[in-house]
């Protein structure tokens, strides 16, 4: 792989994620924190508009409009369908995009703690994520087979990250969270430094990977409305295992309901207060070691 | 004082706030669970437009609508404005409420765990609240001192109660609160019972309540943008003293901010997600022992 040459850090692709909003405003009032000898680092408020009226979008989740049929589409003309053309306009396009390293910055009101999600299995994406796991081991590392192309943002060019840090309520900034996602983000900016400078060593033999395998939706009546809640021994629990028989939800009227697969998940985003409206209680993944190439 | 004969419930006043909602609809699916030999119980969905859109309102903050003025004032046809008026129709209107006590169920993100709010020092108020405390001590009880007339909701009727439980992000059903809340709600309604049949023991002599002194906005620059977060030493800490000198905030470029007021305070509704436009990072009150009439 070549050099990197330019690394996008965006912030408030979802308006009501503040940590994101602030980290992008704090870069800019002092680029120093995030500029590096070997490459440069442009900084992006996702969806401004969104920010100000506090509010995850104004007309459709910014980060599901980034389909290259969709960007291409003149007929879309949603505050974030444009907006999505605007960013594609200065990072993208895809295949051919202006920055080699996209940071997209999220929190979830899930307790996924530091989460790392990859747009890919780039090599480079794999050891990166390798080198921030063996640093510190809270960190949590994902990713989707892709069944078609992908429509959030990261995927604007090869080696997308998004990462998810909570548990955050909406509209809210916590402290200790900030200053962890801060201090991940300079992480993986000297890694990306130390990689220019071919000082990063490749030593890092096996990687856990949490594979994307499917989502579960709440209980619902026939008008769409949920009839359960996220079970209290589940809440809270993301990343760890759920056996089969294990209680997932609880309805209004106190009866549990057990999980149905046949074998062992680890559900993250669990009870994430912007997926009601996706159909999404929780999604699920399995637990992987990943050999690396060297 | 009289019998209650009518008891109002209301949820989703703010239609992110999703445990009032649910109980509501639970309510009125299992309607036996709040009925009660001596008096009538009723439920409201306060904001059905707002909750449908999962925010906290759509013009206007519904719980600040309910001044006397802006009920009688034909030009305000804001969405809140008017679904206040037809509120104050069913409930109202003030000093001559169609119904005796009101029910009005809130989350917060701050952590407040189960809050009652009393919206005066009625003595049943009081009664009730020592009771409340001295079956479960996680109770706060907090009050706030009337400069002018309020316009909260509550204030329709003589013995109105804010509910206020958390932490919980909007837009979210955590079990574990869920069910706290809506026991809470039937020791009320029995304790209401109790009180008609003449079976309440007055024997709590005192109570210990809040009194809200006033707020303390985020720092922020000639922009109005905020310039720090809660500092962590505080966040998830209300209820607890806070002494001058002691950090509140923490700016973004890592200062801590003191506290800078004379004596000790209690805080509370830190962090609370809703306040952040409001220009409230905190609510300040005062420990009180307050000694109830016989």
Chains 1, 2 share one sequence.
């Not at 994406?125 to 063996?134: F, G, K, R, V």
């Not at 220019?196 to 499917?214: D, I």
Request: proline content about 5%.
């Amino acid at each position: 792989m070549n050099q990197i040459n330019r690394v996008a850090i965006v912030g408030g692709t979802h308006g009501n994620e503040f940590t994101g909003v602030y980290l992008i405003k704090k870069f800019n009032q002092f680029p120093y924190l995030i500029e590096r000898p070997s490459f440069e680092t442009l900084t992006l408020l996702g969806n401004p508009k969104a920010f100000e009226e506090n509010r995850r979008y104004i007309d459709n989740d910014l980060n599901r409009c980034f389909k290259s049929q969709d960007l291409l589409d003149p007929t879309l003309c949603g505050y974030e369908q444009m907006r999505a053309k605007a960013i594609h306009q200065i990072l993208g396009p895809k295949g051919k995009s202006q920055v080699d390293v996209i940071l997209d910055l999220h929190t979830t009101t899930a307790n996924m703690g530091l989460s790392i999600m990859l747009e890919n299995q780039h090599p480079f994406s794999l050891q990166l994520a390798a080198y921030l796991t063996s640093m510190n081991p809270l960190i949590k590392v994902s990713w989707t087979q892709p069944n078609q192309e992908s429509a959030l943002l990261r995927s604007l060019c090869e080696l997308g990250f998004v990462i998810e840090v909570g548990p955050v309520a909406q509209g809210v900034l916590n402290a200790d969270l900030f200053a962890k996602t801060e201090k991940l983000v300079y992480v993986m900016l000297d890694y990306i430094e130390g990689y220019n400078k071919g000082l990063v060593p490749q030593t890092h033999s096996t990687l856990t990977l949490y594979e994307y395998v499917g989502t579960l939706d709440y209980p619902r009546n026939e008008k769409g409305e949920i009839q359960a809640m996220i079970h209290q021994q589940l809440q809270f629990r993301d990343y760890e295992p759920l056996n089969p028989g294990e209680p997932i939800f609880l309805t209004f009227d106190g009866k549990e309901i057990a999980y149905e697969g046949e074998s062992t998940v680890y559900p993250v985003f669990i009870n994430e207060a912007a997926y009601y409206e996706k159909g999404i209680a929780m999604c699920l993944t399995k637990k992987q070691q990943v050999l690396l190439r060297d």
